[in-house]
């Protein structure tokens, strides 16, 4: 509200001086335009004005002050991508003229409000440097601090900021640049709290994955020493299978050889009771000759030898 009190201040100012010159220009050039130009941004008709002025300068493109007008009425009605335009085109046709200041200043201005940061950037530094004696130099040292704060160079915008406060302490806008400080303060802390939550989190993720790699490779371990024990396991399942079939064959054969011992006992058995009968008759026979054969008996009695033996060697072969 106080930057617009100062230009309608400017404006009045700029009227009541240069009224005598109005009414020249006005017999010479019976521009119309631009005293209903001049009235209307008075009036602060920014619209009207802005028609107004701009028909008037488009007549005589020689009228300055007309030019530093429409650049302010375009200011107000938001028209920053023309009030640079017509920033520079003022600046081209009276490069020494009475508002180039000015006019310097709000080109970097109106760059800043368009959103061409670069460029405001590059013009408010160079309006600082070139004017720093000018009334407007604490306007452009806060713009380019906004600048370089909207371009998130935090460390430059800070250095801008403090250097209005420490040279400028009855600035209307310090309390605007301390509480761009604080904002500024905060986000470093969040930008830090940020950094260290990363680095955080990617110990943790490095921790994390090298847990994961090392279960992965305990489970694999394990999985290879269970796949080993089921291995030896079944390994040692088949010996028992071929153990247990062994003794089953031999089993089989521990019958086998019983059930043949039996049948050889029971030949023996035949036997002896044949040789016993046959002895038998053979003695009755030699009792009725008185003449004593044992021929036929050592006969028998051998071949009861031979069965004998034969016998014990099944059962040996049988144990064994």
Not at 83 to 92: F, G, M, P, Q, W
Not at 243 to 267: D, G, T, V, Y
Request: hydrophobic share 35%.
């Amino acid at each position: 509200m106080k930057h617009r009190i100062n230009i309608l201040v400017f404006a009045c100012t700029l009227f009541v001086i240069s009224s005598g010159v109005l009414f020249a220009e006005e017999s010479r050039y019976q521009n119309l335009s631009m005293l209903r130009g001049y009235e209307a941004f008075q009036n602060e008709d920014w619209i009207s004005a802005l028609f107004f002025l701009r028909k008037a300068v488009s007549e005589d493109p020689s009228l300055e002050h007309a030019w530093y007008m429409l650049i302010l009425s375009e200011l107000y009605v938001k028209e920053y991508h023309q009030a640079v335009i017509d920033c520079k085109s003022y600046l081209t046709k009276f490069s020494q003229g009475e508002y180039k200041v000015l006019v310097e200043y709000q080109l970097g201005k109106s760059l800043y409000l368009q959103g061409n940061i670069e460029d405001a950037i590059a013009q408010l530094t160079y309006f600082c440097n070139e004017y720093p004696e000018s009334s407007l130099y604490p306007s452009a040292l806060y713009l380019l601090a906004e600048s370089f704060y909207a371009g998130f160079f935090y460390d430059s915008s800070r250095s801008l900021y403090e250097r209005l406060i420490n040279s400028f302490p009855g600035d209307p806008r310090i309390q605007d640049a301390k509480n761009r400080l604080a904002e500024i303060d905060r986000v470093e802390r969040e930008q830090k709290l940020l950094y260290l939550l990363k680095v955080t989190g990617e110990e943790y993720m490095a921790v994390k994955d090298n847990y994961e790699k090392q279960l992965h490779l305990y489970e694999t371990e394990g999985a290879m020493r269970l796949q080993d024990q089921y291995k030896e396991k079944q390994k040692s399942d088949k010996t028992l299978e071929e153990l247990n079939k062994k003794n089953q064959e031999q089993a089989q054969r521990i019958e086998q050889l019983e059930q043949e011992n039996s049948l050889l006992q029971s030949n023996v058995q035949e036997v002896t009771a044949a040789m016993e009968e046959k002895m038998k008759e053979e003695m009755a026979k030699q009792a009725e000759k008185n003449v004593p054969d044992t021929s036929d008996f050592d006969e028998l009695t051998k071949r009861a030898e031979v069965l004998k033996m034969m016998v014990e060697e099944k059962k040996q072969g049988g144990e064994e």
